[in-house]
């Protein structure tokens, strides 16, 4: 069991950038992190994956998010610039353990934080 935290979030202007950070004791021990989005009345979609030594982006964020994680200090990352009004959403970490399948796919993932609220005003 593995508990994730997230922060970083906050209100930016669109354009702004914004650096959200994820706790997570064992995080070396999932093959896949990752974070994940709601706005209200939408699905959680999947923004980004780190995992099998390969990052995986949604088409919505390319060119503009980046993931990473350092194991050393157990954190995953997602630096964020150009944000958009659409980028607005709760944003969640997540841990995955097995390697096969899609790594944005909502349903796959094991662990989850509470999450930490994004948003970005036009």
């Known amino acids: 069991l593995v508990q994730l935290a997230e922060s970083g979030g906050g209100s930016v202007q669109t354009g702004g950038s914004l650096s959200l950070s994820c706790v997570g004791t064992?995080?070396?021990?999932?093959?896949?992190m990752a974070w994940f989005r709601q706005a209200p009345g939408k699905e959680r979609e999947g923004v980004a994956a780190?995992?099998?030594?390969?990052?995986y982006y949604a088409d919505s964020v390319k060119g503009r998010f980046t993931i990473s994680q350092d194991n050393d200090i157990h954190t995953l990352y997602l630096q964020m610039i150009s944000l958009k009004p659409e980028d607005s959403a709760m944003y969640f970490c997540?841990?995955?353990?097995?390697?096969?399948?899609?790594?944005?796919?909502?349903?796959?993932?094991?662990?989850w934080g509470q999450g930490t609220q994004v948003t970005v005003s036009s």
């Open positions: 997540a841990a995955r353990r097995s390697g096969f399948g899609y790594p944005l796919e909502v349903g796959t993932y094991d662990e």
């Open positions: 780190i995992g099998g030594y390969e990052e």
């Open positions: 064992n995080i070396h021990c999932f093959y896949f």
